[in-house]
């Protein structure tokens, strides 16, 4: 009951959280997930991440993403256009999980996508002050956001997924 409830309060906002970070690191992680067997989707709609194409591509495109992050022309996170991004993959990552612990896809969007809000503004202002207040370059800060991504994503699926 305990993993339960910690997963519904902490993990699935915290993937929403990473989602605002970066789009692609969490859905990438969770097809992993499922495609090793621990994440149980292959009796439901979200049976599509089980599959090695899946988490292949998905990995592809976070890692462009985490390449892509680092380039000056790249728009901002809170951009229109990367923001509904981050909002769709977030509820799009939320609702996998909810499904795969057969609770309701709805809680598991909003609880998503309220977190992709989170990440995404929160991350975007976090990194602003951190390159003002220590005066480094921004891919430097980029960088560890990157590690904080991944590390973040793999957390809160290791916590769905027991």
């Known amino acids: 009951m305990a993993i339960a409830m910690l997963t519904w309060l902490v993990a ?7 989602t605002g970070l970066r789009t692609m690191t969490p859905m990438a992680v969770l097809c992993w997930f499922a495609y090793v ?14 599959n090695l194409a899946s988490a292949v591509i998905f990995t592809i495109l976070a890692a462009g993403e985490f390449i892509g992050d680092k380039l000056p022309q790249t728009p901002n996170r809170t951009a229109p ?3 509904i991004a981050r909002l769709v993959f977030g509820g799009l990552v939320g609702a996998i999980v909810a499904t795969s612990l057969r609770g309701s896809a709805l809680e598991g969007i909003i609880l998503g996508v309220a977190g992709a809000l ?3 503004f929160g991350g975007y202002l976090v990194r602003r002050e951190l390159v003002q207040l220590i005066g480094c370059q921004d891919w430097k800060i980029a960088i560890a956001e990157d590690v904080l991504a991944l590390g973040c994503a793999v957390l809160a699926m290791g916590v769905v997924t027991g």
């Open 81 to 83: 256009g990367p923001l």
């Open 12 to 18: 699935i906002p915290l993937l929403g959280v990473v």
């Open 118 to 120: 989170i990440g995404a």
């Open 37 to 50: 067997g621990h994440l149980p989707v292959l009796d439901s709609w979200a049976f599509w991440t089980a």
